[in-house]
């Protein structure tokens, strides 16, 4: 069965998935990019060519999203699956279904440093990726060719996975809180994920210790600037690859973001950014 680990775009997925990839599927703890292969993304192009589904047709590559996780799940198995998508239904086609979800990890972001960090991953202006917040935007890099992903609006992405509360499958993690209190948050997942499983929790501590040291943000940053990193983008004008590993918690909306982006922002999203205390 499927833990999501579901976010709308740089809210800190890859922090998450590191921290897991990291102490699940490594011996010692001691992270590299490669461990992130290990919880793959849905939807991919590769997963859905495998199966023969024509991508180029969106109609029926949304139709065979619960094909695809039918096919891939396995019922005695924990399998994590990143997504930045919305819990949509299009056409009464669902994006996932409860008896494929072991739970949900959540992780959300003030939305006025995502306005930044977007900005500079896609390069692009402040006020466009402000605008792709607020009233959405579809996710696809055309070089690639890859699937579409629909991530919908900040809000609405946020709460369309709040429905797993209802059966107690939802865990929420705020980025501030897992930069601010790493050993405490990834401690409180892991034990997350256990219950999930219903098997008792016995944390290796040497292990747990390690993985916190190797995915701190330097170390992140030194990886990527020795090795690469594959989900970084290519700047629009340059070409050069930008930093993903940029700012990361030294990101602040109170320097650089413009008062009218920002009451933009805190208008619109009122109501979740008071119910997450943003605001």
Known sequence: MFIWLASYP???????RSLLSAYFFSKNGNFNFELLKNIKQFPIKELFLKYG?????????????????KFINIKNSIQFLKTHSYLFNIENNPFTKLEYTLGVIYIVRDPRNIVLSFS?????SHEKSAEDLIKGRELRDKDKEDITVYPGTWAGNFNSWKSFKTVNKYMLIKYEDLIREKDKIFYEILRFIHNLKNVEFV???KKFNNVLENTNFDQMQKLESENGFVESMNDKKTGNKVKFFNLGEKTSWK???????????????KKEMKELGYL
Do not use: A, C
Request: net charge positive; charged share 30%.
């Open 255 to 269: 320097n650089s973001l413009k008062t009218s982006i920002k009451n933009q922002i805190e208008n619109e999203f």
């Open 120 to 124: 500079n991953h896609s390069s692009q």
């Open 10 to 16: 740089k809210s800190g997925n890859t922090l998450i």
């Open 203 to 205: 944390l290796d501590k």
């Open 53 to 69: 589904v024509d991508i180029k047709n969106e109609k029926e590559v949304i139709r065979n999203y619960i094909p695809i996780q």
